[in-house]
């Protein structure tokens, strides 16, 4: 009314439901405002709308959540976001995934962050704040204390912001996960490699990288192991979408006979093929027995690949997860898979395939399960974090994943 501005149904309607959270006594909720729902009619939701928001919110001790990714908030609804991030004493959880937020809405939320010491998870995935954005996040973790999980995935970050975070990571104490999917990388040096593994020789407390789209070479993966083998905390790594072949894996293995923390690696859409998976698969048999997942989806691994894969989980009891869809299946494929989870040593639920059998042969079905599946979307039913299509936040949960 103050603003004679019409009412978002889809807003209405959401905080109408969480009325009803409180009344039945419901203390810490997370308000799921997202605008990609296909379950119940959407309007997304503006600048403008979020400005009602903040002035619903700033005061409300029961929200300690707030999910408004897929909507379109702007650089204006940045400058609310960050009044809420200042005003708001028991906010937590702050997801503005894919919201048209710019530079300077980036800037915004950044310098907000400088004085909150109650924001705990921020994820800014696939707001386009480029370098100019994440430089000011590089300088907010210098003065912030309570941040352990960013995620800046997808926001177009230059070699300038990758290298101050890197820098500044060398210090912060308190950041345990951090997204730093695609940045715009030029040349093919991998010096962002070179940066992040000088900072995971000095870290000492981050548990989760995910370094996605990197343009990872044979070089870069032998920076990072290099510092792997001086590293003591890192569990989650996640050098998906690169340029990784099998030489790559020699380090990888290697590093992997005397590492003891790292829990799960995504090496998904890479190219280790044969020869890279066996000298995993050996090392996972004799050597290691702290790595708990691994995926090595569309990695052109054949069958012997994949059957070396199969057999060091029937040597090694702490290896739980493995997910291989998007390879080159052969009958002795399907048939290594389908014993190990007739035989209970795989669960179904920790890994992307399904056996079942046509005339007598068996074949494996694709099913939705893998380690971080809901990144981007949800689901048309069923949880949308359920464990076993997130299965690297549920094996290393770090920060409000939510």
């Avoid at 790594?237 to 380090?251: A, F």
């Amino acid at each position: 009314m103050e603003k004679s501005q019409k009412i978002n149904p889809f807003i209405l309607h959401i905080l109408q439901e969480v009325d009803e959270e409180i009344k039945n006594g419901l203390e810490r909720i997370t308000l799921n405002i997202a605008g990609n729902s296909r379950l119940t009619p959407v309007e997304r939701v503006t600048g403008e709308d979020f400005w009602i928001l903040y002035r619903i919110l700033k005061k409300n001790p029961y929200i300690t959540g707030l999910d408004v990714r897929y909507n379109l908030l702007s650089d204006v609804g940045a400058y609310y976001a960050a009044r809420l991030l200042q005003k708001q004493p028991y906010l937590i959880y702050l997801n503005l995934m894919f919201n048209d937020i710019g530079p300077e809405g980036g800037e915004l939320i950044a310098k907000a962050l400088h004085k909150n010491k109650i924001l705990k998870h921020l994820k800014m995935t696939g707001n386009k704040i480029e370098n100019k954005g994440g430089m000011c996040f590089a300088a907010m973790l210098q003065i912030n204390s309570s941040l352990e999980k960013l995620d800046l995935g997808d926001c177009d970050l230059g070699m300038q912001s990758v290298i101050a975070f890197a820098t500044v990571l060398t210090q912060n104490q308190t950041i345990k996960g951090i997204n730093l999917n695609r940045p715009l990388l030029y040349g093919e040096q991998e010096e962002s490699t070179v940066h992040l593994g000088h900072m995971l020789k000095e870290n000492h407390c981050l548990v989760e990288l995910h370094m996605c789209k990197h343009q990872i070479k044979t070089d870069g993966i032998r920076q990072l192991c290099d510092a792997l083998y001086l590293n003591r905390s890192l569990r989650y790594l996640d050098v998906s979408c690169n340029k990784i072949t099998h030489d790559g894996m020699v380090y990888l293995a290697d590093v992997l006979k005397s590492n003891t923390t790292l829990e799960v690696i995504d090496l998904s859409f890479n190219r280790i093929e044969n020869a890279g998976a066996n000298y995993l698969s050996e090392t996972l048999a004799s050597h290691n027995r702290s790595l708990k997942a691994l995926s090595v989806v569309s990695n052109n691994i054949e069958g012997e690949g994949l059957v070396a894969l199969s057999q060091s989980m029937k040597t090694n009891p702490t290896f739980s997860n493995i997910y291989i869809w998007g390879n080159k299946f052969d009958e002795a494929t399907c048939v290594a898979y389908s014993d190990l989870i007739q035989t209970g040593r795989l669960k179904p639920d920790n890994t992307d395939v399904e056996p079942f059998v046509v005339d007598g042969r068996v074949y494996l079905a694709e099913v939705s399960n893998g380690l971080k599946k809901h990144y981007y979307w949800t689901p048309t039913y069923g949880g949308a974090c359920s464990d076993s299509s997130n299965a690297g936040f549920t094996l290393v949960p770090v920060g409000q994943h939510l």
